[in-house]
């Protein structure tokens, strides 16, 4: 069974469509590429997918559970992480925090535990502070765990938000625009990253992205959208070939 | 926990107390006279305020306008409670705990009935709704019966003493403290940081919204309940808006997210209309001339968003030749 599942999936803003009969089968392990022009539709679908829009019509399954109508929150607790296209960190907080905040999932302790610091406050928040500090280092980013998150340069702000996605523990990564604004050499090493990241954490990860070098690159599968509408399907060399998508691209 | 937290949490304790012990002796001895110790009872529950105010608009990031209608909630729930325990005969301490925490429970509801409305709103609506709130409990004051109206609420017994309420004080800002940092404060910190990051990465925004709202409220009404103990008369006045932007003038000029910030501006600002009493007509020039100047100057306010700890202060006096370490400075449990 695909681990994300859409089907007919329609999305009306007034009179403007903005995603047409989108379908998806998303399996384990997968790392699959959204791409399209601008304006296509792509960012309006993932946050379909992430309970920031509810669609007009149809139906998204995240493993097996119909996720339509659900808030953002409770889509992460089933198991869906994401990362945004206009990088969204919480600036004024460490790098450690930025990470411990998306962790808070996986504490327990209450209110009142927590201000009384008895005893369970301080294994959880130990055990949190350890966990956070081996995602971080994950990404070479655990020298700067104490350093403001909007003082990290570009590239380490967009790893910080993939970790942050991971502190989540989701099944299905969803990556918005990961390379926008990056030079070459930082674009190879966020390939490395997501590569890494879909073996190391074994998830799948459905990407949208306009570096035409980073898709063809790591996605195994690619679909184009244009208008919303579905006009091409298949491996990254097929795609590169397809009339349609040339077309969407370039005009006749 | 780390040895080093330890120690931090030992020096902050003993220095509270060395403060508590210096002030005690004062007015025991009657070194300073009446007028000075009731200031600084009044500091205190200033302090309260600010700190209570300074959760929601600094942590939580939601501009509160009537921060003053929920001490009134808290005053006069505490007022009519302990009116009828002190009347049963409940000696002081037992009668002002448990009318104080009423008052709370009572603010910390109606900031819960009045929060999930309207904490859907967003920056000046938000504010505009809150205002509106605070001048609604002042006009209800006004028109019930039991509450004396506009004439006010008379034979309050006066139990607030320096002890009291400096405990008292202690207990709410350490409350707030720890809270912000426990994991229910950081996700009500993230949500002032960013809103559609926090809810994706599971922070339920409606859930700890209410919460740090209520609690702000709570304890916005444990102040007033204290405040209606040391006044022993209450008049709807007394809460009107202008009360409610004294609150957030400490807040904004102590620093939003800074509770140690709150607590300097609430001293200050509290202490400063007092020496200007001469000039009191000039006072709210001076306040608009202040908040103007330290906009342009600092607009992030006193101490940002960082907290002052006298374990800090130690250790910067005594590493002063040392090259101070970046953890200390970013705040964590000190």
């Not at chain 2, 006004?142 to 309050?156: C, P, Q, W």
Request: charged fraction near 20%.
């Amino acid at each position: 069974m695909a681990l994300l599942e859409v089907k007919n999936l329609t999305m009306n803003f007034g009179g403007l469509i903005a995603v047409n009969d989108f379908r998806l089968e998303l399996k384990q392990h997968e790392l699959v590429g959204l791409i399209g022009p601008n304006g296509a539709g792509k960012t309006t679908i993932f946050n379909l997918f992430t309970g920031n829009h509810y669609p007009t019509k149809g139906e998204i399954r995240l493993d097996g559970k119909s996720i339509v109508g659900k808030k953002p929150y409770d889509i992460v607790a089933m198991g869906a992480g994401r990362t945004f296209q206009n990088i969204r960190l919480f600036n004024n907080l460490t790098v450690l925090d930025n990470i411990k905040i998306a962790y808070n999932r996986s504490m327990s302790y209450s209110l009142l535990n927590g201000v009384l610091r008895l005893p369970k406050y301080w294994k959880e928040e130990t055990k949190a502070n350890k966990a956070c500090l081996e995602l971080l280092a994950v990404f070479d980013l655990d020298g700067y765990a104490y350093t403001q998150a909007s003082s990290l340069p570009y590239g380490q702000q967009r790893k910080l938000e993939i970790a942050r996605a991971l502190a989540t523990k989701p099944k299905v990564l969803l990556l918005d625009e990961p390379a926008a604004g990056m030079n070459p050499n930082e674009t190879v090493e966020l390939m490395e990253t997501i590569k890494f990241v879909r073996n190391e954490f074994d998830i799948a990860i459905l990407l949208i992205e306009h570096d035409m070098n980073l898709v063809m690159g790591i996605c195994e599968r690619i679909v184009v959208i244009d208008y919303g509408k579905i006009i091409a399907e298949g491996l990254p060399n097929d795609i590169k070939k397809n009339p349609d998508v040339i077309k969407a691209y370039l005009g006749e | 926990m780390g040895r080093r937290t330890k120690i931090s949490y030992l020096i902050n304790f003993i220095a509270l107390l060395v403060v508590y012990a210096i002030v005690f002796t004062l007015i025991e001895t009657e070194s300073i006279s009446r007028y000075w110790s009731s200031l600084i009872i009044l500091i205190c529950i200033n302090i309260i305020m600010a700190t209570s105010l300074n959760f929601s608009t600094g942590f939580l990031g939601q501009l509160v306008l009537g921060h003053a209608g929920f001490m009134a909630i808290g005053a006069y729930t505490a007022a009519t409670i302990g009116i009828a325990l002190s009347g049963a005969g409940f000696p002081a301490l037992p009668a002002i705990i448990i009318s104080v925490f009423s008052g709370g429970v009572l603010a910390a509801f109606s900031g819960i009935i009045i929060g999930i409305p309207a904490l859907r709103l967003r920056g000046d609506y938000l504010a505009i709704m809150t205002l509106a709130f605070g001048e609604i409990v002042r006009i209800i004051i006004n028109n019930l019966e039991f509450t004396g109206g506009a004439k006010g609420f008379r034979g309050i017994p006066r139990l607030m003493n320096f002890t009291y309420v400096y405990f008292f004080m202690i207990a709410c800002v350490a409350f707030l403290m720890l809270l912000a940092r426990s994991r229910h404060g950081r996700a009500i910190i993230s949500i002032r940081e960013n809103e559609i990051a926090a809810e994706a990465v599971g922070i339920s925004s409606t859930r700890y919204k209410v919460t740090g709202f209520a609690l702000s409220a709570m304890i916005g009404g444990i102040g007033g309940g204290l405040f209606a103990f040391q006044m022993g008369f209450l008049q709807p006045t007394m809460f009107g808006f202008m009360k409610s932007v004294d609150i957030l003038v400490m807040v904004v000029l102590g620093g939003m997210g800074s509770m140690t910030g709150s607590v300097i501006a609430a001293i200050v600002f509290t202490w400063l209309p007092e020496a200007l009493r001469e000039f009191n007509e000039y006072r709210m020039v001076a306040y608009a001339v202040l908040l103007i100047v330290m906009m342009i100057v600092r607009p992030q306010g006193l101490f940002g968003t960082r907290e002052f700890g006298f374990s800090k202060l130690m250790r910067k006096i005594f590493n002063k030749t040392k090259k101070i370490d970046t953890e200390s400075l970013k705040g964590g449990d000190s």
